[in-house]
């Protein structure tokens, strides 16, 4: 059963079993309603407690029923009901209480929690609000202004902060239904407390509403749930609970509502990669991290804040000692943020050297020197040397051969990329690069240690750049075809910004260093076919030393605005180097400029999955999410191609080519999905099934 009852004494316990996170699916909302009328006719039965069973008290909405009709009793009714018990009843929370568990909870008459429990209304998240009552009894509970920070940011509280807010009356201790039975035993003889009688909030939220709006560019649901909750002001709770449905009703209908879905089931159906049910992963307690530099330290870090053991090898004892106060220094930035224990950063372990001999009985080790294939092959070559057998080699290359690195040693089976991103101990994303010979065993191993870091992994193919590097550097290079062409740098952030993204590509080239992109311009020149149009303004502004943020000046001046400002200077090396070259700009409308950079990074995608470089166009949207700041609400590429159509993105690379057939030519893949009237998500859908 997923819902029980039975009695202590004069103390009901409803208990709610429904593994793994107790969702509110149909059952459990049917069993919580007999289970709430069994209590009401239990004359033996005075106070009732509602747990939940395992590691939480209750999830939210049941996943499977998603973009399903509503099953009677739908949630509301069923709190509704509990709120309506002629007895007291208590809601005790461990684990967590988020969305539909905390609402639960609200129309209970007294909330008790557990340390460590996380409570909250995640709704936006997912492109909606609360719609069983948590926007009109929580402002009841806390008040007006907390409320609405609570639903518009989506963000979770802990105990002591719900029990300074007034979201719950107590924090347990001990055992979870001893707790429960000791509280429900004061509670005998009390009247019911319910949220709904409890005097409207007061106040108004405009100047909130204007502020979310403005740090949510583009975001429907925050700034709806915020409206929701003012209509908790009105004093009649029964409308304000019809104006909370019609709001979430709305919100159902938008297209971030679908994007923001797809977002949250991908980051599960990535882990799910196919050929790889039921192998089992090696174990991994010790790392090897070979290279301090930023990428290296982040990665120790990263691996030690989940607890495992660390070993960096740096070139001497200078460069160990600075690799180590980096890492420290991280390690002591997290438990200031409270994103690490005192004592846990006490007991890390963690040790550098000077001698691979120190890895020699690691159970992985990551690479994270210079981009050299000779430095890298190099580097294996030790790697090989001293590791024990069955130890896993994985290099964080970002777009080198990972088949030529693992030829370095006598175990390619062994070798596998790891691209983390920087700051790798911050950024969720890992490309797991699966090699040609590397073994299924490894890839689990890949995909565990991800796990344990509380990462994201995508399995990529071998290819220049992997995923996301190319596919990044298709629609940058349309990004630059436009400058090129008579758009400014700012008028490409500003439209792409516009479009969702938190930064424009010249805004992530001050960041990165415009040195970086140099350098892969000389790469790229070795082997460019002669139709390659190279963004000599870009050589340009590296040339005067302008290399982004760490100097001051790149594309923007950051001398007297931190954010950067628009340069004059700047303007002057792209209209001369236009001038140079022979062309004669145009203009661009941002709505040109968002089609153009679009069209080129979903045809990109399309020949990545057509590849098998990713498995499924999925890998593709959530590799974009998370590693390269795609609009979440949007769902990432695929899904945006999905939506605003296929065919029509197809006419738009083809109208395109006119100009630029070298370029701009159609991917096989989108052209048949286009002629086939078939999606990216029927794709999904093949490879799921």
């Not at 992997?466 to 630059?480: H, K």
């Not at 002057?572 to 069209?599: C, K, Q, S």
Request: a negative charge; aromatic letters at 6%; hydrophobic letters at 45%.
């Amino acid at each position: 059963m997923s819902v029980s009852y039975d009695r202590q004494g004069a103390v009901a316990f409803i208990t709610v079993a429904n593994p793994p996170v107790n969702a509110l699916g149909h059952a459990v909302r049917v069993g919580l309603a007999e289970a709430v009328d069994r209590f009401t006719a239990d004359d033996a039965a005075e106070v009732a407690v509602i747990l939940g069973e395992g590691r939480l008290f209750l999830g939210g909405a049941d996943i499977s029923e998603f973009g399903k009709p509503p099953a009677d009793p739908w949630l509301p009714e069923v709190i509704d009901r509990i709120e309506a018990a002629p007895k007291p009843v208590l809601a005790t929370i461990h684990g967590a209480a988020l969305g539909g568990g905390l609402e639960v909870a609200l129309g209970c008459h007294w909330r008790m929690a557990m340390p460590g429990t996380k409570l909250g209304l995640p709704e936006v998240t997912l492109g909606i609000l609360p719609g069983a009552g948590g926007t009109q009894r929580t402002p009841r509970l806390v008040g007006l202004e907390a409320a609405g920070e609570m639903i518009a940011s989506g963000a979770p509280v802990g105990p002591e902060k719900a029990l300074e807010m007034g979201l719950i009356d107590r924090i347990g201790e001990g055992d979870l239904r001893e707790a429960a039975r000791a509280y429900a035993e004061e509670l005998r003889g009390s009247a019911p407390r319910r949220v709904r009688d409890m005097p409207a909030p007061e106040g108004d939220l405009a100047a909130m509403r204007a502020e979310v709006e403005r740090c949510t560019p583009g975001q429907v649901a925050p700034a709806v749930a915020l409206d929701a909750v003012m209509a908790s002001t009105g004093g009649d709770f029964d409308a304000g609970m019809r104006e909370e449905r019609r709001l979430f009703q709305g919100l159902v209908e938008t297209p971030q509502r679908a994007g923001l879905i797809h977002a949250f089931f991908l980051e599960r159906a990535v882990a799910k990669v196919p050929g790889l049910e039921g192998v089992r992963p090696r174990p991994v307690s010790h790392v090897g991290v070979v290279g301090g530099g930023t990428m290296g330290a982040g990665i120790a870090a990263s691996c030690l804040l989940a607890g495992l053991r660390v070993t960096l090898v740096e070139r001497d004892d200078a460069a160990a000692a600075k690799a180590r106060a980096t890492v420290e220094g991280i390690l002591d930035g997290a438990v200031k943020r409270g994103k690490m224990s005192a004592a846990k950063r006490k007991g890390v372990r963690f040790e550098t050297a000077t001698d691979y001999a120190a890895l020699g009985d690691a159970d992985l080790a990551v690479e994270a020197v210079f981009e050299s294939m000779d430095v890298k092959r190099a580097v294996f070559a030790e790697l090989d040397r001293v590791m024990k057998p069955g130890a896993v080699l994985a290099t964080n290359t970002s777009y080198l051969d990972v088949n030529a690195i693992a030829e370095a040693t006598s175990r390619p089976g062994d070798v596998l990329g790891l691209h983390f991103f920087s700051p790798a101990h911050v950024m969720k994303l890992l490309e797991v690069v699966v090699a040609d010979r590397t073994a299924p065993e490894v890839v689990a191993t890949g995909f565990a240690l991800a796990k344990s870091l509380r990462k994201i992994a995508v399995r990529a193919g071998v290819c220049d750049g992997f995923i996301g590097n190319r596919i990044l550097s298709r629609y940058r290079a349309a990004a630059d075809h436009m400058v090129l062409d008579g758009a400014s740098p700012y008028q490409v952030d500003r439209a792409i910004r516009g479009f969702g993204f938190p930064m424009g590509p010249y805004q992530v080239s001050d960041l990165a260093g415009l040195d970086i992109g140099h350098a892969t311009r000389e790469r790229i020149a070795r082997d460019a076919p002669p139709h390659w149009r190279r963004p000599v303004f870009a050589d340009r502004l590296f040339e005067a030393g302008r290399l982004g943020r760490k100097t001051g000046k790149g594309y923007y001046d950051y001398a007297h605005d931190k954010r950067g400002a628009e340069d004059p200077e700047t303007l002057r090396i792209v209209e001369e180097t236009r001038h140079d070259l022979g062309l004669a700009p145009r203009d661009f409308t941002d709505a040109e400029i968002v089609r153009r950079y679009m069209a080129a990074m979903v045809d990109e995608a399309s020949r990545v999955v057509e590849e098998g470089i990713a498995a499924r166009p999925l890998d593709v949207d959530a590799v974009l999410l998370h590693g390269y700041g795609f609009p979440r609400p949007k769902g990432g590429p695929m899904h945006w191609a999905d939506a605003t159509g296929i065919p029509a993105i197809l006419a738009d690379i083809e109208a395109f080519a006119e100009a630029d057939p070298h370029f701009w030519r159609p991917a096989p893949l989108l052209r048949e999905l286009a002629e086939s009237g078939r999606s990216f998500a029927d794709l999904n859908r093949k490879d799921a099934s």
